[in-house]
């Protein structure tokens, strides 16, 4: 397409640098992510994945498409492009390590990015509409791990053991109060046991229990009272029982937080394509995503672009192995984002930043 291509950027990611006529100072960054699930894939239709136990779950091959045709689109005005575009196309989000073996590689830099954009297709947004605003759009979130230790025994002498099993019974109830009891109202949390591993047999006390689950939350205070509360439970409850637990937290992925000036671009632009009255401007999720490393040193806007279609029954959840998005959406996203990405080089909302 006559973009200036660096390959391998964070082992496998892409970079494609148009610089337009115009020659302006700013540089604004465009991320598409390019990612697959371990899920097998269950809808009968002609592109479905052709790879056993792979699916694109979550639309990141639709961000691909949409990067493509905003590289198509952006090229073909290269006249008027006050400044520089750079196309970020980023491997293994979903293990939340792409974005962050970009950065590492220097995707921010040469030219250094002013502004970054990015939008991710939802097939729980109706087609149409878009989720744009300032703020956190999704949470932070922290990966956990328990190992209670007890000792192990006849299932018919429990006197005998310490039931480590019995201790994370009591441990996960009472993780469930942390949110409801410590977390302030007005703000919202996430405490999430997700797997529990003990023993082999119905007759046989296991010696240790391993569980693993994570925290969500939009801003830090919380976080770390979680993360707190986490660790306290965990240390009172097992002393209670005469136990012992291991317990390891370790940081998956920061909030994505949109700045104001980028936002008020991306909200203006959007309202104008699809209709004011087609945004939501208070959506959020608890979900994850490595963007927000991007988010943290450069400011931007990161949205999510209407793709669900109850009628055509494409609203499966992302992450299913039904999950489908209506295409109709792609022209929109690739407009908003084109639109944006111009009136971000020429400074719009640069005084809101």
Same mark, same amino acid.
């Given at each position: 397409?006559?973009?200036q291509?660096m390959?391998?950027?964070g082992?496998?990611?892409?970079v494609?640098l148009?610089?337009?006529?115009?020659?302006?100072?700013?540089t604004?960054?465009l =991320?598409?992510d390019?990612d697959a699930?371990?899920?097998q894939e269950?809808n009968?239709v002609?592109y479905?994945?052709q790879t056993?136990?792979?699916?694109?779950?979550?639309?990141?091959?639709a961000?691909v498409?949409a990067g493509?045709g905003?590289?198509?689109l952006?090229?073909r005005?290269?006249a008027e492009?006050p400044?520089?575009v750079?196309?970020m196309?980023?491997?293994? @989000?979903e293990?939340?390590e792409?974005?962050e073996?970009?950065?590492?590689?220097g995707?921010?830099?040469?030219?250094?990015?002013?502004?970054?954009l990015?939008?991710?297709?939802?097939s729980m947004?109706?087609?149409?509409?878009?989720?744009?605003?300032?703020g956190?759009l999704?949470a932070g979130?922290?990966?956990?791990?328990i190992?209670v =230790?007890?000792r192990?025994g006849?299932?018919?002498q429990?006197?005998e053991?310490i039931?480590p099993?019995?201790?994370?019974g009591?441990?996960i109830v009472a993780?469930?109060s942390i949110?409801?009891?410590?977390v302030n109202?007005e703000?919202?949390?996430?405490v999430?046991?997700g797997?529990?591993h003990?023993?082999q047999?119905?007759?046989?006390i296991?010696?240790?229990v391993?569980?693993?689950?994570t925290?969500?939350?939009?801003?830090r205070e919380?976080h770390l009272?979680?993360?707190? =509360?986490? @660790?306290?439970?965990?240390?009172?409850?097992t002393?209670?029982?005469?136990a012992?637990?291991?317990?390891?937290i370790s940081?998956a992925?920061?909030p994505?937080?949109n700045a104001?000036?980028?936002?008020a671009v991306? @909200?203006r632009?959007?309202?104008e394509i699809?209709g004011?009255?087609?945004i939501?401007?208070?959506?959020?999720?608890m979900?994850?995503?490595?963007?927000?490393a991007?988010?943290?040193?450069?400011?931007g806007?990161?949205?999510?672009?209407g793709a669900g279609?109850a009628?055509?029954g494409l609203n499966?959840?992302?992450h299913?192995?039904h999950?489908?998005?209506?295409?109709?959406?792609l022209?929109?996203g690739?407009a908003?984002?084109?639109?944006?990405a111009?009136?971000?080089?020429?400074g719009e909302?640069?005084?809101?930043?």
């Amino acid at each position: 397409m006559g973009y200036q291509v660096m390959r391998g950027v964070g082992t496998t990611g892409v970079v494609g640098l148009l610089t337009g006529a115009q020659r302006g100072e700013r540089t604004v960054l465009l =991320r598409f992510d390019m990612d697959a699930l371990p899920i097998q894939e269950e809808n009968e239709v002609p592109y479905r994945s052709q790879t056993a136990g792979v699916m694109h779950a979550c639309g990141h091959d639709a961000h691909v498409a949409a990067g493509l045709g905003v590289a198509k689109l952006l090229v073909r005005h290269q006249a008027e492009l006050p400044g520089t575009v750079k196309l970020m196309f980023q491997p293994a @989000e979903e293990i939340i390590e792409g974005a962050e073996a970009m950065i590492a590689d220097g995707v921010l830099e040469q030219p250094h990015v002013d502004v970054a954009l990015g939008l991710h297709v939802s097939s729980m947004v109706p087609l149409g509409t878009a989720v744009v605003h300032s703020g956190p759009l999704l949470a932070g979130g922290d990966l956990f791990e328990i190992v209670v =230790r007890g000792r192990g025994g006849h299932g018919a002498q429990p006197h005998e053991t310490i039931d480590p099993v019995v201790v994370a019974g009591h441990i996960i109830v009472a993780l469930q109060s942390i949110v409801s009891r410590n977390v302030n109202p007005e703000e919202m949390g996430v405490v999430t046991i997700g797997s529990i591993h003990a023993g082999q047999a119905g007759n046989v006390i296991a010696d240790t229990v391993t569980m693993s689950g994570t925290i969500r939350s939009f801003n830090r205070e919380v976080h770390l009272l979680l993360r707190r =509360r986490i @660790e306290e439970l965990v240390t009172g409850v097992t002393a209670a029982f005469g136990a012992q637990a291991d317990l390891t937290i370790s940081m998956a992925v920061e909030p994505t937080i949109n700045a104001p000036g980028p936002s008020a671009v991306v @909200e203006r632009v959007a309202g104008e394509i699809l209709g004011v009255q087609q945004i939501d401007t208070m959506g959020r999720t608890m979900a994850g995503e490595d963007f927000s490393a991007v988010l943290a040193r450069i400011p931007g806007n990161f949205f999510f672009l209407g793709a669900g279609n109850a009628a055509l029954g494409l609203n499966h959840p992302h992450h299913s192995a039904h999950f489908d998005i209506d295409e109709a959406c792609l022209p929109a996203g690739v407009a908003i984002l084109c639109e944006a990405a111009v009136r971000c080089l020429r400074g719009e909302g640069e005084s809101a930043r």
